[in-house]
């Protein structure tokens, strides 16, 4: 199993990042995906969850209105897309699979 994040960077308060999860290993389409953050010296934190066909989607209430989780099955991947991000958004961002983890993208949200 491999999950591959990108997309991450510096972006001013305000703006947008899309993110990207590329998954092998697995029959993607048949599982729900998530995504979770983990802010510097903060604990890891579920951000968004998507239904194995893309159908429900579920978010913490931080990123409610302002975050987009979606996936495109033919791809084997899954994005977030953040919009009106925050400094408080600061974190590396990592997609999930079950017990499998991607190594990670960082957003930094500053001016």
């Known amino acids: 199993v491999q999950l591959v994040e990108s997309g991450g960077g510096l972006v001013q308060p305000g703006g947008s990042l899309r993110l990207s999860c590329a998954a092998s290993?697995?029959?993607?389409?048949?599982?729900?995906m998530s995504w979770y953050r983990q802010a510097p010296g903060k604990e890891r934190e579920w951000v968004a969850r998507?239904?194995?066909?893309?159908?429900?989607?579920n978010y913490a209430d931080s990123v409610k209105g302002r975050f987009t989780i979606s996936r495109d099955n033919a791809k084997n991947t899954v994005y977030l897309q953040m919009n009106s991000l925050k400094p408080e958004d600061t974190a590396v961002y990592y997609c999930?699979?079950?017990?499998?983890w991607g190594q990670g993208t960082l957003v930094t949200v500053s001016s």
């Open positions: 999930n699979w079950l017990d499998a």
């Open positions: 998507i239904t194995n066909g893309g159908g429900s989607t």
């Open positions: 290993g697995f029959t993607f389409s048949r599982y729900a």
